[in-house]
């Protein structure tokens, strides 16, 4: 007689509920930071929670719910199987090189194409806004799309760790690198919001968080890390929806509040274009290093997918007067999930699962 199959836990039940609706999640996101912006643009203010009577613990939430999310990407981390990719390293190490070079490809071009429209700066702010997204680590979001399709988990998973503990110096190198481009206000923008993310704000926001996550997870006996993770990864999901609030509060809040179409539709082609030439150079340079399938898809989606949350944060902690730069930003994070899905469903359809014999 066979047993019956035991349900999930609740919480297992809760986090698969989550994942499955993450991308109608954002969706409304979006739509109540339209509608009702207020709590987020609180949310965005920084706060101090008192200490006794005399001293208190300033607060801001932006970083802290990045921290938390990627907290829960370490924690998710299986680090005894990495183990692999010392032995095939060709699609970690190509990995690593292209997120590097592949925005000093796309960004010029970007910024040729809008020196030459009549906009009255050149569109130096869009161009600073896609700098610090392509400066970011490879989105920790990645290996949620690599398990729903045919990738290399290890080798996903291996980028999103490798990219996220090299941040300190590769956020500070993409900007300086790419800041000849800009001139003027926006130039001195970006030098401080670039010394800003080495000195401190990768370090103390990306890369702790993410360690300590890893650390817990090599500590913690197995039935305390199974309840950790069922407690910690779907308070992680909920706080990235409400980051993600939290971000478009500010972007449309200071959208309504000063209607710029011309903006808004700019920043959208823009975000659109580095979008699909970074993944469309992810799939060429895959395709050159004949990598298999799951190799492939994986290196894709490293190369087009950055964590455009912590390029949020950054803008909102350092640049406050400058809400309208997060608009590029939402506008990345969305279409870099709507490309991460063609990608999954497309290599779903060269390489069906097999099925197992009768």
């Known amino acids: 007689m066979n047993r019956p199959t035991a349900s999930p ?4 039940r809760v986090t698969a509920w989550l994942r499955r609706r993450l991308g109608r999640a954002v969706v409304l996101s979006y739509v109540a930071a339209l509608l009702l912006p207020g709590p987020g643009l609180w949310l965005r203010r920084d706060h101090t929670v008192p200490i006794g009577t005399v001293t208190g613990l300033p607060l801001s939430t932006a970083p802290l719910l990045l921290s938390l999310v990627l907290f829960s990407a370490g924690l998710q981390v299986p680090v005894r199987e990495l183990g ?9 190490v190509a990995g ?15 910024a040729f194409g809008l ?3 009549p906009d009255s700066d050149g569109g130096r702010g869009l161009i600073t806004a896609m700098i610090l997204i392509v400066a970011m680590p490879v989105a920790a979001g990645a290996t949620v799309w690599t398990g729903k399709g045919d990738g290399d988990q290890p080798a996903m998973v291996g980028l999103v760790l490798a990219s996220t503990l090299l941040s300190p110096l590769t956020i500070p190198l993409v900007i300086t690198t790419l800041m000849p ?29 993410c360690a300590a996550g890893i650390l817990f997870r090599l500590v913690l006996p197995t039935a305390w890390l199974s ?9 992680a999901l909920a706080g990235s929806l ?13 959208f309504l509040a000063h209607p710029r179409p011309l903006l808004f539709g700019a920043a959208l082609v823009v975000a659109a274009l580095v979008c699909l030439l970074s993944f469309v150079l992810g799939r060429t340079a895959a395709r050159l290093l004949r990598l298999d399938a799951p190799a492939s898809s994986s290196l894709t989606l490293a190369c087009g997918m950055n964590n455009s949350s912590a390029s949020a944060v950054l803008i909102t902690t350092t640049l406050p007067d400058k809400p309208h730069l997060l608009l590029p930003v939402l506008a990345y994070g969305l279409l870099q999930k709507t490309a991460a899905s063609r990608v999954v469903r497309t290599a779903g359809r060269r390489h069906p699962p097999c099925l197992p014999s009768p």
């Open 9 to 12: 836990p609740p919480a297992d």
């Open 84 to 92: 692999r990719l010392l032995r095939k390293p060709t699609a970690l």
């Open 96 to 110: 690593l090189v292209l997120h590097l070079v592949i925005p000093l490809l796309v960004i010029p071009v970007v």
């Open 115 to 117: 020196h030459r429209t």
């Open 181 to 209: 481009l800009l001139d003027g206000g926006y130039a001195d923008t970006l030098a401080t919001t670039g010394r800003t993310a080495g000195g401190g704000f990768a370090l103390v926001t990306v890369v702790l968080p």
């Open 227 to 235: 309840r950790t993770l069922r407690v910690i990864v779907p308070v």
């Open 242 to 254: 409400v980051l993600t609030y939290v971000n478009a509060s500010g972007a449309l809040g200071s």
